[in-house]
T-cell receptor
Framework: AQSVSQHNHHVILSEAASLELGCNYS??????LFWYVQYPGQHLQLLLKYFSGDPLVKGIKGFEAEFIKSKFSFNLRKPSVQWSDTAEYFC???????????FGGGTRVLVKP | KAGVTQTPRYLIKTRGQQVTLSCSPISGHRSVSWYQQTPGQGLQFLFE???????NKGNFPGRFSGRQFSNSRSEMNVSTLELGDSALYLC?????????????FGPGTRLTVL
């Protein structure tokens, strides 16, 4: 079955620390990948997405993600976090031309000021 | 552009009742997806509609159903409610292609089943 897994359920770090959130997917064939973020009390919103081309994707708010096909991974990174990055982050995948977006379990990130 | 709206925002029901949730997509968007979000299971795909047709369905029992109207508004219905149906139900709207389009999420409907 197609699935998306996020290794860390909770991450706590201090401002200015670097962040990396892991995401692995189990899909055959071409897959499109997304990272969504849910800030406290707000809607889920898109951070970045990858379909093809440069495997290093830049998104909003200084986030980037790297697609590594051989590892079935799409890890999210930010070099220096801020308190405002406190949120829950979701990785998601969908087969190219598919209809069903599958989300990982989410990672709650707490940034201490 | 107005965002995705969901009504009602909060609902309290008792076991055995049924409930209907509504979602109005962003103007011009023809596809609506529904998700159930719970602390234990995370975000799970319920179904997706495009031009009034269900294109895909997740692994939920038949008690969960939906439909889409000609104006792209969508409703989902849950019959014979169970305690485990307590969740945040999210609707997402997109222009047409779930595999490439950004999904724009609404605020959700928080359903509590007592």
């Amino acid at each position: 079955a197609q699935s998306v897994s996020q290794h860390n359920h909770h991450v706590i770090l201090s401002e200015a620390a670097s962040l990396e959130l892991g995401c692995n997917y189990s899909y055959g064939g071409t897959v499109n990948l997304f990272w969504y973020v849910q800030y406290p009390g707000q809607h889920l919103q898109l951070l970045l997405k990858y379909f093809s081309g440069d495997p290093l994707v830049k998104g909003i708010k200084g986030f980037e993600a790297e697609f590594i096909k051989s590892k079935f991974s799409f890890n999210l990174r930010k070099p220096s976090v801020q308190w405002s990055d406190t949120a829950e982050y979701f990785c998601a995948a969908i087969k190219a031309a598919g209809n069903k977006l599958t989300f990982g379990g989410g990672t709650r990130v707490l940034v201490k000021p | 552009k107005a965002g995705v709206t969901q009504t009602p925002r909060y609902l309290i029901k008792t076991r055995g009742q049924q409930v209907t949730l509504s979602c109005s997509p962003i103007s011009g968007h023809r596809s609506v997806s529904w998700y159930q979000q719970t602390p234990g299971q995370g975000l799970q795909f319920l179904f997706e509609y495009f031009s009034e047709t269900q294109r895909n369905k997740g692994n939920f029992p038949g008690r969960f159903s939906g439909r889409q109207f000609s104006n792209s508004r969508s409703e989902m219905n849950v019959s014979t409610l169970e305690l485990g149906d307590s969740a945040l139900y999210l609707c997402a709207s997109l222009q047409g292609d779930p595999s490439t389009d950004t999904q724009y999420f609404g605020p959700g409907t928080r359903l509590t089943v007592l």
